[in-house]
């Protein structure tokens, strides 16, 4: 027998994989099981699922292209990366589409059996690009997937379409060779996934370990490369690899849990929120309640219903569901009851692009009610940090008795990263006093329940839950009067509640702005919120890298501002606020503090390249 001889394996800091095809392809379950098994490998690692907003695109074209982007490597990184180094394309289109991504000397790993005269004619292929020379400045694979696989496959009785379905499987144990992932952990979960038809998961797993055979034998890939675990990267711990909608959900299941409250959903499906509805509604054994209205406006309305009732109150949305919740959101504030809003942003307006990332809703949650409604909002940094942000908003939802928005947005969303499960008493105490018994005396000596008497600290008013006998108060939208929630017309009173409900917000306890600035020598300061934090410290990290001196510091609560914002925006004699959205923080602080913040914008339904904001920033600092 012939020996194959060793194949060379070269050690890299880091790689950047873009697997795409049809949206039918099955490119986003072949991204997540090589980040599940990144993970438990121990490296760092960002992920940046791309699909259409079709359920099912028009196969090969253009619009019909799914992709799935992982960044890992040997220590801390922040981003999904700004172009891949090695790119799987399924079939023309997804060569198409994604070609321009791919740096010269990019590895491309080309499914050929799809390369045929009218597939390529779909996209605008004149000729092959694989035989038109177009392809010379990288390095090509070409691999017949589909004939592998049903070869792979041919002992196991399944018709040619059943066994083409398995390609992706054996592209991932390809990839899998290629950088030494490990492997039980997806046999383990094919077995799991197909549990019903075991001849399905034996054909997934076979076609599996025939493109990792493949890799192993075949001349065509010489080379294997090594990316270590990222020791220096994470604290001690215990880690799993986690999505931002997870890390949401787990959040206010634990909110919840630290409140020692029931904690209910209203909600009515929309991509990207979708998930947590899924998610949550697999806990019923942690007292969470789920319910699946018939629109926007039964779930939030469900909802305050929830929280009037004493429970943890949540909705979920994007921003064409934030504006059909948006008087419920008031009545909200009108009644003063804990109540979260969760926002997870994609393009707009309108439906807009439903599976895209944007940031656009931030003057919305700020201004879209009638009449001055204010509403704190707070916004998480990474997919992981949307488990704190979740603890975050039920804080001050509950402990100053106000609806609160939380601002995900699509890119945190479906992105995911690890994420160190915290110890219990870690968490923080949430727990909350409802009344139960008067709390007010008249001048002729009588006990009465005032139901808007308030905390001298918080401005919060009692919570007092439907059926306590002697609680009984009046609730609805119209304006109440001060303490005893009796419905008022009384000018002087309504000018009174609106100014002490924006006294409330305003009065929010929130941590100060942390400011990285290292030296204390920058002039240029980057300011950011939510999901431009990744971009935006690689960034950074790339100028310093240079010898630029600039500071950064990021937003996670937009309303109220941190109380030190204005001294430290007044430090630096360049403010940069990078949006994916046409300026609206800047806009904010600008008006706020009367900073000439200048904005860097972007609009295009994707997040932030670092190196094309690292280009951006350094203009600002050498136009000082």
Same mark, same amino acid.
């Not at 931002?244 to 787990?250: K, R, T």
């Not at 979260?340 to 942003?345: A, E, G, K, T, Y």
């Not at 119209?478 to 008022?488: A, C, F, M, P």
């Given at each position: 027998?012939?020996?194959?001889? @060793?194949?060379?394996?070269?050690?890299?800091?880091?790689?950047?994989?873009?697997?795409?095809?049809?949206?039918?392809?099955?490119?986003?379950?072949?991204?997540?099981?090589?980040?599940?098994?990144?993970?438990?490998? *121990?490296?760092?690692?960002?992920?940046?699922?791309?699909?259409?907003?079709?359920?099912?695109?028009?196969?090969?074209?253009? /619009?019909?292209?799914?992709?799935?982007?992982?960044?890992?490597?040997? =220590?801390?990184?922040?981003?999904? *990366?700004?172009?891949?180094?090695?790119?799987?394309?399924?079939?023309?289109?997804?060569?198409?589409?994604?070609?321009?991504?791919? &740096?010269?000397?990019?590895?491309?790993?080309?499914?050929?059996?799809?390369?045929?005269?009218?597939?390529?004619?779909?996209? *605008?292929?004149?000729?092959?690009?694989?035989?038109?020379?177009?392809?010379?400045?990288?390095?090509?694979?070409?691999?017949?997937?589909?004939?592998?696989?049903?070869?792979?496959?041919?002992?196991?009785?399944?018709?040619?379409?059943?066994?083409?379905?398995?390609? +992706?499987?054996?592209?991932?144990?390809?990839?899998?060779?290629?950088? $030494?992932?490990?492997?039980?952990?997806?046999?383990?979960?094919? %077995?799991?996934?197909?549990?019903?038809?075991?001849?399905? #998961?034996?054909?997934?797993?076979?076609?599996?370990?025939?493109?990792?055979?493949?890799? @192993?034998?075949?001349?065509?890939?010489?080379?294997?490369?090594?990316?270590?675990?990222?020791?220096?990267?994470? !604290?001690?711990?215990?880690?799993?690899?986690?999505?931002?909608?997870?890390?949401?959900?787990?959040?206010?299941?634990?909110?919840?849990?630290?409140?020692?409250?029931?904690?209910?959903?209203?909600?009515?499906?929309?991509?990207?929120?979708?998930?947590?509805? =899924?998610?949550?509604?697999? =806990?019923?054994?942690?007292?969470?309640?789920?319910?699946?209205?018939?629109?926007?406006?039964?779930?939030?309305?469900?909802?305050?219903?929830?929280?009037?009732?004493?429970?943890?109150?949540?909705?979920?949305?994007?921003? /064409?569901?934030?504006?059909?919740?948006?008087?419920?959101?008031?009545?909200?504030?009108?009644?003063?009851?804990?109540?979260?809003?969760?926002?997870?942003?994609?393009?707009?307006?309108?439906?807009?692009?439903?599976?895209?990332?944007?940031?656009?809703?931030?003057?919305?949650?700020?201004?879209?009610?009638?009449?001055?409604?204010?509403?704190?909002?707070?916004? /998480?940094?990474? &997919?992981?940090?949307?488990?704190? #942000?979740?603890?975050?908003?039920?804080?001050?939802?509950?402990?100053?008795?106000?609806?609160?928005?939380?601002?995900?947005?699509?890119?945190?969303?479906?992105?995911?990263?690890?994420?160190?499960?915290?110890?219990?008493?870690?968490?923080?105490?949430?727990?909350?006093?409802?009344?139960?018994?008067? +709390? =007010?005396?008249?001048?002729?000596?009588?006990?009465?329940?005032?139901?808007?008497?308030?905390? !001298?600290?918080?401005?919060?008013? !009692?919570?007092?839950?439907?059926?306590?006998?002697?609680?009984?108060?009046?609730?609805?939208?119209?304006?109440?009067?001060?303490?005893?929630?009796?419905?008022?017309?009384?000018?002087? +009173?309504?000018?009174?509640?609106?100014?002490?409900?924006?006294?409330?917000?305003?009065?929010?306890?929130?941590?100060?702005?942390?400011?990285?600035?290292?030296?204390?020598?920058?002039?240029?300061?980057?300011?950011?919120?939510?999901?431009?934090?990744?971009?935006?410290?690689?960034?950074? %990290?790339?100028?310093?890298?240079?010898?630029?001196?600039?500071?950064?510091? $990021?937003?996670? $609560?937009?309303?109220?501002?941190?109380? +030190?914002?204005?001294?430290?925006?007044?430090?630096?004699?360049?403010?940069?606020?990078?949006?994916?959205?046409?300026?609206?923080?800047?806009?904010?602080?600008?008006?706020?503090?009367?900073?000439?913040?200048?904005?860097?914008?972007?609009?295009?339904?994707?997040?932030?390249?670092?190196?094309?904001?690292?280009?951006?920033?350094?203009?600002?600092?050498?136009?000082?």
């Amino acid at each position: 027998m012939q020996r194959v001889p @060793e194949k060379e394996i070269r050690r890299l800091d880091r790689v950047i994989i873009r697997f795409a095809g049809d949206s039918g392809d099955g490119m986003q379950l072949t991204g997540d099981r090589f980040t599940s098994e990144t993970a438990s490998f *121990g490296n760092d690692l960002s992920t940046l699922p791309n699909f259409p907003a079709e359920i099912r695109a028009p196969a090969g074209t253009l /619009p019909g292209v799914s992709s799935f982007q992982l960044h890992f490597a040997d =220590h801390d990184i922040l981003t999904p *990366g700004d172009a891949p180094n090695v790119l799987v394309a399924m079939n023309p289109a997804a060569l198409k589409a994604n070609i321009a991504d791919v &740096p010269r000397g990019g590895e491309i790993i080309v499914n050929t059996d799809e390369f045929a005269k009218r597939a390529m004619a779909k996209v *605008g292929y004149a000729t092959s690009p694989l035989e038109d020379g177009s392809l010379d400045g990288y390095r090509v694979h070409p691999v017949p997937l589909t004939t592998l696989t049903i070869e792979a496959l041919k002992d196991f009785g399944l018709s040619r379409k059943e066994a083409e379905r398995s390609k +992706n499987m054996f592209a991932l144990g390809l990839l899998s060779w290629m950088y $030494h992932r490990p492997t039980e952990g997806t046999e383990q979960f094919l %077995r799991r996934k197909f549990a019903k038809k075991p001849e399905i #998961a034996e054909a997934n797993v076979a076609a599996f370990r025939a493109g990792w055979n493949f890799g @192993e034998t075949t001349e065509d890939f010489a080379v294997s490369y090594e990316v270590a675990p990222a020791t220096a990267a994470f !604290p001690p711990g215990t880690y799993r690899n986690i999505s931002g909608n997870l890390a949401l959900s787990y959040g206010l299941i634990a909110a919840a849990h630290q409140a020692d409250l029931p904690l209910f959903l209203g909600s009515y499906p929309i991509t990207p929120a979708s998930d947590i509805l =899924h998610e949550l509604s697999r =806990h019923k054994n942690f007292g969470v309640r789920t319910f699946q209205a018939e629109d926007e406006i039964a779930g939030i309305g469900a909802a305050l219903g929830a929280a009037f009732g004493g429970s943890l109150a949540v909705t979920t949305t994007s921003g /064409p569901g934030v504006a059909l919740k948006s008087e419920t959101i008031g009545l909200a504030v009108s009644l003063e009851l804990p109540l979260l809003i969760v926002d997870i942003q994609r393009g707009g307006p309108s439906t807009g692009l439903p599976t895209k990332t944007e940031q656009a809703d931030l003057l919305q949650a700020m201004y879209g009610r009638n009449g001055e409604a204010p509403v704190p909002v707070v916004a /998480p940094r990474t &997919p992981a940090d949307c488990f704190d #942000a979740a603890l975050e908003a039920a804080r001050i939802a509950l402990t100053y008795r106000t609806p609160v928005f939380l601002l995900s947005d699509g890119y945190l969303a479906n992105g995911s990263e690890p994420w160190r499960i915290p110890d219990l008493e870690d968490l923080p105490d949430l727990g909350v006093t409802f009344a139960t018994g008067p +709390n =007010h005396t008249l001048e002729d000596g009588t006990e009465v329940f005032w139901p808007y008497k308030r905390d !001298p600290e918080t401005l919060a008013r !009692p919570w007092a839950l439907p059926g306590t006998p002697g609680l009984e108060h009046r609730i609805g939208g119209i304006e109440k009067q001060d303490g005893t929630g009796n419905i008022s017309y009384d000018p002087a +009173n309504h000018d009174f509640m609106v100014r002490t409900r924006q006294a409330k917000t305003d009065g929010i306890a929130v941590p100060d702005l942390e400011v990285d600035d290292p030296g204390g020598s920058a002039r240029t300061l980057v300011l950011g919120w939510g999901s431009t934090y990744g971009p935006i410290t690689a960034a950074v %990290r790339r100028l310093r890298a240079g010898g630029d001196a600039i500071a950064q510091a $990021h937003l996670r $609560h937009l309303n109220p501002f941190p109380a +030190n914002l204005g001294e430290v925006l007044r430090r630096y004699e360049t403010v940069v606020v990078p949006e994916m959205n046409l300026g609206q923080l800047a806009l904010m602080i600008r008006a706020k503090y009367l900073v000439d913040a200048r904005s860097h914008t972007q609009v295009n339904g994707m997040p932030f390249k670092a190196e094309r904001l690292a280009a951006a920033l350094k203009e600002a600092i050498d136009a000082q």
